[in-house]
């Protein structure tokens, strides 16, 4: 983890606690959370996926449990995300699970193409 990102976890964290990531997970720093969202993914959760919100209530922190997501709906996304746009999502966007944020969701398509 980069000292940005250990700087940033300790911010939030309880006095003595521990910042653990999933391997492979990057950290989202409070400056990304609140970053706008790309608004083809924003498109596509409330269009496609019919999820209820407005594009200023999503964040880069927002999860898609919170969103009443589950991991068949992700699948749904990530189909639903290359038909659309005609892209091809990097092999770490289909490790996308309920608990992933959209900020992780938005780095997917960053790197699509």
């Not at 706008?36 to 449990?65: H, I, Q």
């Not at 659309?84 to 999502?89: A, C, F, K, M």
């Not at 770490?92 to 699970?97: F, M, T, V």
Request: aromatic share 4%; no cysteine; glycine share 8%.
């Amino acid at each position: 983890m980069t000292q940005a990102a250990e700087d940033a976890a300790q911010a939030v964290l309880p006095e003595g606690a521990e910042a653990v990531l999933p391997e492979g997970a990057e950290p989202i720093l409070p400056e990304e959370a609140e970053s706008a969202l790309p608004e083809e993914l924003v498109a596509l959760l409330t269009g496609r996926l019919d999820v209820r919100a407005d594009a200023g209530e999503l964040s880069g922190g927002t999860t898609f449990e919170s969103l009443g997501l589950d991991s068949l709906s992700l699948m749904e996304f990530v189909v639903a995300a290359e038909e659309e746009y005609g892209i091809v999502l990097p092999a770490d966007a289909l490790d996308l699970r309920p608990s992933s944020t959209l900020g992780e969701a938005a780095r997917a398509f960053a790197h699509a193409r």
